[in-house]
């Protein structure tokens, strides 16, 4: 199947032209350097044979085949491991590893070659040819651009002269847009979750994460501290009680939300690697363990509240903590793995609840406050929490007239956060859906446009090289029969035809 090579000068938009490519299909799609969890040991990755790895002796010789990690720099941490070329070997390995059971996808590659030594472009170049024979392969290179160009079929040229067009196979220059149109066809990948997936998360995320223990250990050591200097609070003092240990349990925590977006970032990343089943399941696992860490303190405050003052027994105020601790805890979940803001806007935005807490929910001084002003704290958690606290309850205003709708509120209030980002998505997502209706009309529109038919028949149908001729007439009849008839395949010695449709049914030619 066509080996498609886009080369061009440095700045002339390679890379982008590349990216475009990945977001208007869903193609396989490997950055130039792309960014893997370094704690993460190789030989633990499910459904993938490290062995397969030309480099992988030198370490079954060291004796360290089982334990080597693929290494590099995340949130400031070195871990040693694979080094930068191998990582890039690896990824590239795992690609071939994933898309071997499946047929007609599109592969897409940024410089390959980049940090790989000479020594193994051979073998790079082998994996290529053995991934072409049943896959559509789009690759960046400005390394062995001869010998590279020298195997594909197709070769597109950016210009950073004018972005607006490229020029194919060195002859016609055609509108950029059409271009990737034409270029993103084939079916998508498909990789279900597995348990060996879910044992692959447990392994890494929680059984040997290192920020997991920093969070444990934090928590144990303030905690310590609390107990001596908090043992035998006068009732009356409750909500200063209240105040340390909340205090407490939000700086054991904050570390770890931070360290959520670059987590975010990484396992994006992995996902269009083919590491593992999806970054949606990922995301859906790691919240599950953040909102566990997050119970537990919880159960440890509320546990060594009552162990150091008495009268806050009742089960409703461990549901007052957790909700109240969550109002500043559960933005940082969700602004930290659903969104791809940076993290200096998650740190700020997440940060957003604690000072509105300080300033609008009468913690620190129940009762106060202008007119207007003062009925911004029935948006607080920690006002409902006040309401049924021993020694300050008596000083608050306007609380609910019964403990369980009081209780009600704080719920309602602790969630706020949640609430809102989830509206937000919604509008998000709405807005993206017209967009992306908008954008399948456009491909409609185009796909009767006989210039964009020619350019893909051009780019998928007969190949610049005659061996690439006969691997269409052997491959493509073969893995066009197992993708359930969407696409057919015909030739003799006088003649030539093709139809092919991608996944949608949108993009279409046939000659």
């Not at 209240?242 to 987590?263: E, R, T």
Request: aromatic share 12%; charged share 20%.
């Amino acid at each position: 199947m066509p080996l498609t090579t886009v080369v061009g000068s440095s700045g002339a938009g390679k890379t982008t032209f590349m990216q475009d490519v990945h977001k208007s299909h869903r193609c396989v799609y490997v950055r130039q350097y792309h960014s893997l969890r370094p704690y993460i040991p190789v030989a633990a990755i499910p459904d993938f044979d490290e062995t397969e790895l030309p480099f992988w002796n030198i370490y079954k010789q060291e004796g360290t085949a089982e334990t080597i990690k693929v290494g590099g720099t995340m949130a400031g941490a070195f871990t040693a491991g694979l080094s930068g070329g191998q990582r890039k070997l690896f990824v590239f390995e795992l690609i071939y590893q994933r898309t071997k059971r499946q047929r007609d996808l599109l592969i897409c590659l940024d410089e390959p070659f980049a940090g790989v030594t000479d020594d193994y472009v051979p073998w790079v170049v082998d994996r290529l040819n053995l991934m072409r024979r049943h896959h559509n392969i789009l690759l960046v290179t400005n390394d062995h651009v001869q010998a590279l160009t020298g195997m594909s079929d197709n070769t597109i040229t950016v210009s950073a002269v004018d972005r607006s067009v490229v020029t194919v196979n060195n002859n016609e220059r055609v509108d950029r847009e059409k271009a990737i149109m034409a270029l993103s066809v084939g079916e998508a990948y498909a990789y279900e979750a597995s348990g060996a997936d879910y044992n692959f998360f447990v392994d890494a995320e929680m059984k040997k994460n290192a920020s997991v223990m920093g969070v444990a250990t934090y928590a144990i050591c303030a905690f310590a501290l609390f107990i001596p200097t908090f043992w035998g609070t006068a009732q009356e003092g409750a909500a200063l009680v209240l105040i340390a240990i909340d205090m407490i349990g939000y700086f054991a925590i904050k570390p770890y939300l931070l360290s959520l977006v670059d987590w975010r970032n990484y396992v994006s990343e992995e996902a269009e690697a083919l590491m593992h089943s999806s970054k949606g399941k990922q995301k859906l696992w790691k919240t599950y363990l953040t909102m566990c860490m997050i119970l537990l303190i919880s159960l440890l405050q509320y546990g060594l509240a009552n162990a150091v003052i008495d009268g806050l027994g009742d089960f409703t105020y461990w549901i007052a903590i957790f909700f109240d601790s969550g109002s500043l805890t559960f933005p940082s979940i969700c602004l930290g793995l659903y969104t791809s803001l940076p993290l200096e806007a998650v740190a700020s935005i997440s940060s957003l609840p604690f000072m509105l807490l300080i300033f609008f929910s009468t913690t620190y001084s129940p009762g106060s406050g202008i007119a207007v002003v003062k009925e911004f704290r029935y948006l607080f958690s920690r006002f409902y929490l006040w309401c049924m606290t021993p020694g300050v309850s008596h000083l608050m205003e306007g609380c609910p007239a019964s403990r369980s709708l009081n209780v009600l509120y704080l719920v309602l209030t602790g969630s706020l956060g949640v609430i809102i980002f989830l509206v937000c998505m919604l509008v998000k997502n709405t807005r993206l859906n017209m967009k992306r209706d908008r954008k399948e009309k456009k491909r409609k529109s185009m796909a009767q446009d006989a210039e964009f038919q020619s350019l893909q028949l051009e780019l998928y149908g007969v190949g610049q090289h005659a061996s690439s001729k006969e691997l269409l007439t052997e491959e493509r009849q073969s893995s066009f029969s197992e993708s359930g008839g969407k696409s057919m395949f015909a030739s003799n010695d006088n003649s030539f035809s093709i139809s092919s449709c991608d996944d949608s049914g949108v993009i279409c030619f046939e000659v």
